[in-house]
């Protein structure tokens, strides 16, 4: 894997940056229909907006559960640093750290996806993949032909503090086991 960091000296500073190459690991803690339809089998739902509030809080957690826990593993953070990656992109939802509205919180995938990007020498680029209200009107926002994210005090609250969130997974934090 060290051949595939290509590492350059940055212009001031002289800190050492790498060339990151990466995979994304979309539809796992944010739900595209069209990558995981049987999913959704059940349901009129479109996204996951919908699909949390018909199935209602027990049974989209269990439906849930076993799509993170099977999507996404261990195996697969092996495999994407023998193919020569060093990084993976997690779009994550605005709701990972607390159930909100119909929506099921997910941390607990993404503090896996952290000791796991360890052991095998991955970097994570976090991306903040979904607002209240929906930011682009596809099922990739959470809510499908729903755009208003911006009339949302929330989405203000869940912006600023994302940061502060964030610190979970710093280094010094993941080690200590917080």
Not at 78 to 91: H, Q, S, T
Not at 148 to 161: G, H, K, L, Q, Y
Request: net charge negative.
């Amino acid at each position: 894997m060290a051949e595939a960091i290509e590492s350059r000296r940055a212009p001031q500073g002289g800190c050492v940056m790498k060339k990151l190459r990466g995979v994304n690991l979309g539809n796992w803690l944010v739900l595209e229909k069209w990558m995981s339809k049987d999913l959704f089998s059940g349901t009129t739902a479109a996204d996951e907006t919908y699909l949390c509030a018909e199935l209602g809080h027990d049974l989209a957690s269990q439906r849930l559960m076993v799509h993170r826990d099977e999507f996404i593993t261990e195996r697969d953070f092996e495999e994407i640093a023998l193919l020569g990656f060093n990084a993976v992109r997690i779009p994550v939802p605005f709701f990972l750290f607390e159930d909100v509205g119909p929506y099921i919180h997910c941390y607990k995938y993404l503090d896996k996806a952290f000791c796991w990007a360890e052991k095998y020498g991955l970097v994570i680029l976090i991306d903040l993949h979904t607002a209240p209200g929906g930011h682009n009107g596809t099922d990739n926002s959470g809510i499908c032909e729903v755009c208003t994210w911006s009339m949302f005090a929330a989405f203000r609250n869940s912006v600023a503090d994302f940061p502060a969130q964030q610190l979970r997974y710093s280094p010094t934090t993941l080690k200590s086991g917080a």
